[in-house]
């Protein structure tokens, strides 16, 4: 906050009775030492018309006589709105009556004469409060988190493409896509606590900012690839951008259309792909199309990327037999390589077991899909949930007859076996709710990853996915802005960005990556990641609890329909963390391009490279001052590290 240009803070939440400081007037110290003087109004302040005197004297008479000097804010309405002609004369009289001299004034003067109580530090974070609002309108969230991750994506291939001489820099479009971004992180629009039609159009703003971004995104990805060489005969040319500064091994996935349709039903296409006349490892997955034709694919295959730049591959399509993959098996599903061994349950449809280094990571039955009460106020008000959210927990069952959109499906069943991945589907079902879990099995890698797919119609209830692992003592760290924060482990619902992790002593980490949640909590060892709450649009019962919502007609509830998530699973050092985060949230952008091999001219292309692949570059940028770059750069292992950061044929050393 200081790093940003505020010198002081007023809060009003978490309220006393949900954290309990010291004195409401401190000093709030951040992770890299920066503090500034903070202070928590005892009141919040929505005061009915002709009521501000009173709750000044109430203010004066708690407060007052304990200090020298103090600050009372008031308002009409809710969150205090403008002053009234009323309350500005009552407020005046009862300023010529009082024994203690009031003034109307300003923040900065009330900081510049008052100074926090003796040596009072607080070097936490200020929670929780209201945790319904970490996991309501699981939608608009997961929108926001694809919006942020856009905006930084698109401004580091701009800028690669600018510095290449390739193409300008749209600063006023970037701009565009930004304001979208804030206004959609307005209090009662990205927390999901808005009216429907508050919610539709925070929703058609995001949707606005992602569509610019697009566009802009792949405008600089055509300019870095506009020297390619024209494709050879049979050639599918796949050009991969790595948003990274390091050289990154990863399974890259492309879709295209083969140049002809295959009618043959007796034979079906086989692909492989060159990284130059080397054949890396590659197979083909289920595409988006669901046309029943050999004709649109979709590969999956072993890359090998240089650091912020682009690199070509080639694919080629010849013939084999038409099989199916037939899954017949009774068995559990069994995968081991030198890093790890994962076993999925056929009875369960859960992950059982995930053994890294030798390690039993996993103490039961992982991603178990369990509903949970709640009510309908999306904030989560009320006193019994914060020591946790939702209650009386109940565990979706692996399908025995599937009814619905899952008619049909088997409750567990390989789905894709090839030389890159493995994947493997459990289908769950209540009454009112279906789960599709797609473990996806990396062959070649160390993580593991989980898509979920959940069909929601349910109210007043509330979706989790719990991991009991074997990690029962050490610390539950969580992703915050800039830094990595110790996590409540008692139950309590934790806001976290991109990863939860419970560490050991010994700082191996099982951490749970993501790019579409910010709510979790950690108890006796089990990780529950919270998805879905089925709470009301633009409702609050938690205060006003003697009066009943609207019951007599239909209301639309939260996330109901379709909600897709995509988690991954590793075990790693505190200092990978971050790294492995943005790795899911920032994936190599791959297309089948046909280039035209006409443009001969084209200036080098320019990388930025940083020697330790642990510091995280968050942003590159050109500066909006015109002059020069921004590259926002941190190091979330609390310990100092040396670097070298380098762009455009410069070299700084960082430490």
Known sequence: IRKCGQDSYIFVRPFK?????????????????????????????????????????????????????????????????????????????????????????TPEAFFKAAKPAGDTVVDISLRPTMPGCYVSNSLMKRKHIQLENQLYYTEKILTAAYLSGRCEYPQEELDKAEEDLLVSEFHDMITGDSSYSGADNGMCMIQHGLFILDRLKTKAYFAMTRDQPAAKPGEYPIVVFNPHPYPLTADVECEFGLADQNHDETKQSRVTVYDGDKPVISQFVKENSNLNLDWRKHVIFRASLPPMGIKRFSAYIDFEPYHELEDTSKEDIVFENETFRAVISRKTGLLTSWRVGGREYLAGGAFAPYLYECNDDPYAMGEDEIPGLGKNPVPMKLIKRPTGVMRGRKPVQIVEDGPVCLSVESIFQSENAAVRLLYVIHKLDADLEIKASVIWCEKNRMLKLLIPTTVTNGVFLGETAYGTEKLFRDGRENPALRFAALCDEDERCFAVLNNCIYGCSAEAGTISLSLIRGAGFGTHPSPFADRPNVKDRFVPYLDEGQQDYEFRLAVCGKRELARKAQELNQQPFALNIFPTGAVKDAKEAVSAEISDKNVILAVLKKSETGKGYVARLFNNSGESVSALFRLAGQEIALE
């Not at 928590?40 to 708690?62: C, K, M, Q, W």
């Open 17 to 105: 009775e949900q954290m309990e400081l010291k004195d409401d007037f401190f000093i709030w110290e951040g992770f890299d030492g920066s503090r500034l003087p903070t202070f928590r109004s005892p009141t919040y302040n929505s005061l009915p018309f002709g009521n501000a005197a009173n709750h000044i004297r109430e203010v004066v008479r708690d407060e007052g006589g304990e200090h020298e000097v103090w600050l009372c804010l008031w308002g009409v309405g809710n969150h205090g709105g403008g002053p009234s002609r009323q309350d500005l004369q009552d407020i005046q009289e009862m300023m010529g009556t009082s024994d203690i001299r009031m003034i109307h004034s």
